[in-house]
């Protein structure tokens, strides 16, 4: 066999993934469920020690080491508990705290649990996403990319647990509240309950306004922080060649004055921002007293207490609902970088076996040109490259040296012609339509550039170090790729490079790039 095939048919990577509370919630859902659980049990026994007490404190006057504290509990739990002693009550009143405080530390624990999963999750399928992009939208895309990683998979992986779990908590109590206490609602005569409905409303569609308000701004503000981070990027990914070059002074401007624009647009924003948040709230906080003035005489407080408990869990909704701003624009931007279109490395084509001879790879008027650039690269451009031969590209930077490299390397496709892989045998290929790229790039190509993914030393140390590791690592590779990858090494190395370049040529195809 000249190839291997695939035995079965792979897992298409390249359809949109995206990311919203269905797909988390799918991705972890026993951890979700058995959160909610604790959640709901949390809600219930809350709300009975706040009943329980509610109760005593208003038959303060009447208790007596004597009577049935059973009376005091909830009435559901009377027809339990008829009857409870003092110290049944209070040994039962510490050992239901004590089980609140468990049952308070595992759910904080597993919502912490939660929200560092979905974040995680979400940086993952970021930079996933970022390896399958095309080259030309790697390079556009990279620095934004930053922000992100950094800053919207943090707040997806907070909000996404944070709101629902809030809101669902907020419900939850609300229910429990309205069960436990339906017969003091019942008590509220008509009016105060059509100005607590009217009052509601009045909240939702302030709340509403303003979300709208908030979610345009977060865009419009995260839009600019993009680009802050391509020149802060941008400046450190090259602080030693600024440095040499006498520019340290024009980056510290250039970021300084973006920086400061987008700390006044952040600021101009934040007094919609913080109504938001306030003004509802002031309104949940004056209901009852525009209902004291409404009822006068009529006003039953005591009846009042437990429904304002319910509008202050209904605040707590529509909190979830304000922050779902910041929520809603991280998620669009993740989408929105999710959908773009991915590399098509050819997954389903030929993988040339590593023992596979090449002879020869040629070019044949081939024409290419980077995304939105009219100037081509190469134009109608021919050549063939053989086996035991000495094949170097000599030329000024931008002529176009490294982009050959990359169309061999699969990386770019030609707008115009092919390259056509000669084997020994006499078969031959369509480099782009025929074989897997992914697998050629791994198996059968070697290539070695000026920059290298090493950190430690000087820029020839890191040189040699990788020369040393490809030639090494990769020797089985039949075409080996040099792209200006001997230029710091001193002369003692540069020697040794060249001897090791000779030896390769006698049986494999090389291509070097130099000035």
């Given at each position: 066999?000249?190839?291997?095939?695939?035995?079965?048919?792979?897992?298409?990577?390249?359809?949109?993934?995206?990311?919203?509370?269905?797909?988390?919630?799918?991705?972890?859902?026993?951890?979700?469920?058995?959160?909610?659980?604790?959640?709901?049990?949390?809600?219930?026994?809350?709300?009975?020690?706040?009943?329980?007490?509610?109760?005593?404190?208003?038959?303060?006057?009447?208790?007596?080491?004597?009577?049935?504290?059973?009376?005091?509990?909830?009435?559901?739990?009377?027809?339990?508990?008829?009857?409870?002693?003092?110290?049944?009550?209070?040994?039962?009143?510490?050992?239901?705290?004590?089980?609140?405080?468990?049952?308070?530390?595992?759910?904080?624990?597993?919502?912490?649990?939660?929200?560092?999963?979905?974040?995680?999750?979400?940086?993952?399928?970021?930079?996933?996403?970022?390896?399958?992009?095309?080259?030309?939208?790697?390079?556009?895309?990279?620095?934004?990319?930053?922000?992100?990683?950094?800053?919207?998979?943090?707040?997806?992986?907070?909000?996404?647990?944070?709101?629902?779990?809030?809101?669902?908590?907020?419900?939850?109590?609300?229910?429990?509240?309205?069960?436990?206490?339906?017969?003091?609602?019942?008590?509220?005569?008509?009016?105060?309950?059509?100005?607590?409905?009217?009052?509601?409303?009045?909240?939702?569609?302030?709340?509403?306004?303003?979300?709208?308000?908030?979610?345009?701004?977060?865009?419009?503000?995260?839009?600019?922080?993009?680009?802050?981070?391509?020149?802060?990027?941008?400046?450190?990914?090259?602080i030693n060649l600024?440095?040499?070059?006498?520019?340290?002074?024009?980056?510290?401007?250039?970021?300084?004055?973006?920086?400061?624009?987008?700390?006044?647009?952040?600021?101009?924003?934040?007094?919609?921002?913080?109504?938001?948040?306030?003004?509802?709230?002031?309104?949940?906080?004056?209901?009852?007293?525009?209902?004291?003035?409404?009822?006068?005489?009529?006003?039953?407080?005591?009846?009042?207490?437990?429904?304002?408990?319910?509008?202050?869990?209904?605040?707590?909704?529509?909190?979830?609902?304000?922050?779902?701003?910041?929520?809603?624009?991280?998620?669009?931007?993740?989408?929105?970088?999710?959908?773009?279109?991915?590399?098509?490395?050819?997954?389903?084509?030929?993988?040339?076996?590593?023992?596979?001879?090449?002879?020869?790879?040629?070019?044949?008027?081939?024409?290419?040109?980077?995304?939105?650039?009219?100037?081509?690269?190469?134009?109608?451009?021919?050549?063939?490259?053989?086996?035991?031969?000495?094949?170097?590209?000599?030329?000024?930077?931008?002529?176009?040296?490294?982009?050959?490299?990359?169309?061999?390397?699969?990386?770019?496709?030609?707008?115009?012609?092919?390259?056509?892989?000669?084997?020994?045998?006499?078969?031959?290929?369509?480099?782009?339509?025929?074989?897997?790229?992914?697998?050629?790039?791994?198996?059968?190509?070697?290539?070695?550039?000026?920059?290298?993914?090493?950190?430690?030393?000087?820029?020839?140390?890191?040189q040699w170090t990788n020369l040393?590791?490809?030639?090494?690592?990769?020797?089985?590779?039949?075409?080996?790729?040099?792209?200006?990858?001997?230029?710091?090494?001193?002369?003692?190395?540069?020697?040794?490079?060249?001897?090791?370049?000779?030896?390769?040529?006698?049986?494999?195809?090389?291509?070097?790039?130099?000035?």
């Amino acid at each position: 066999m000249l190839w291997n095939t695939s035995k079965s048919i792979k897992k298409n990577l390249h359809n949109f993934q995206k990311i919203n509370f269905l797909i988390l919630y799918n991705k972890f859902k026993p951890k979700v469920i058995r959160h909610f659980l604790f959640s709901t049990i949390k809600v219930i026994t809350s709300t009975l020690i706040v009943t329980t007490l509610s109760n005593l404190f208003k038959a303060k006057n009447k208790i007596t080491k004597e009577i049935n504290f059973g009376k005091l509990l909830p009435k559901p739990l009377r027809k339990i508990f008829i009857h409870l002693s003092f110290k049944q009550f209070i040994a039962g009143g510490l050992l239901i705290v004590t089980i609140y405080f468990f049952i308070i530390y595992f759910d904080t624990l597993w919502e912490e649990d939660l929200r560092i999963k979905g974040g995680h999750y979400t940086k993952s399928l970021i930079l996933d996403k970022f390896r399958r992009l095309p080259f030309e939208e790697r390079q556009i895309k990279k620095d934004g990319t930053n922000n992100l990683i950094e800053r919207d998979s943090s707040e997806i992986g907070y909000f996404w647990e944070h709101l629902l779990n809030h809101t669902f908590h907020s419900l939850t109590n609300i229910i429990a509240l309205l069960f436990f206490n339906w017969s003091k609602i019942m008590k509220m005569n008509k009016l105060e309950i059509f100005f607590s409905i009217s009052w509601l409303t009045l909240i939702n569609i302030t709340s509403y306004i303003f979300t709208k308000k908030v979610l345009f701004n977060e865009k419009k503000y995260k839009k600019r922080l993009d680009r802050e981070w391509v020149i802060i990027n941008q400046e450190r990914n090259n602080i030693n060649l600024i440095e040499s070059m006498g520019l340290d002074w024009q980056y510290k401007i250039k970021q300084e004055k973006i920086t400061k624009n987008n700390e006044d647009l952040a600021l101009s924003f934040n007094s919609t921002k913080s109504l938001s948040k306030s003004f509802p709230r002031l309104l949940a906080d004056t209901f009852p007293f525009i209902l004291l003035f409404i009822s006068g005489n009529n006003f039953i407080g005591k009846n009042l207490l437990v429904f304002w408990l319910v509008l202050d869990k209904l605040i707590e909704i529509l909190r979830c609902l304000w922050e779902y701003a910041d929520y809603s624009s991280s998620l669009s931007r993740v989408n929105s970088f999710l959908a773009l279109p991915e590399k098509n490395d050819n997954p389903s084509g030929l993988k040339l076996d590593k023992n596979l001879i090449i002879e020869a790879v040629h070019y044949q008027n081939v024409s290419f040109r980077y995304q939105e650039k009219k100037e081509w690269i190469l134009k109608n451009y021919t050549r063939s490259f053989f086996m035991t031969e000495s094949n170097h590209l000599i030329g000024e930077n931008g002529t176009g040296k490294s982009t050959i490299l990359y169309l061999l390397l699969g990386v770019i496709r030609p707008q115009e012609g092919r390259l056509i892989v000669k084997c020994k045998g006499g078969w031959t290929y369509n480099l782009h339509q025929d074989i897997n790229l992914q697998h050629w790039r791994e198996n059968n190509v070697a290539y070695v550039a000026h920059e290298t993914l090493l950190e430690a030393g000087s820029t020839g140390q890191r040189q040699w170090t990788n020369l040393q590791n490809t030639l090494s690592t990769k020797s089985e590779a039949q075409i080996f790729l040099f792209d200006e990858a001997s230029n710091a090494l001193d002369s003692e190395k540069k020697i040794w490079f060249q001897q090791n370049l000779a030896r390769l040529v006698r049986d494999k195809l090389v291509i070097y790039v130099k000035h």
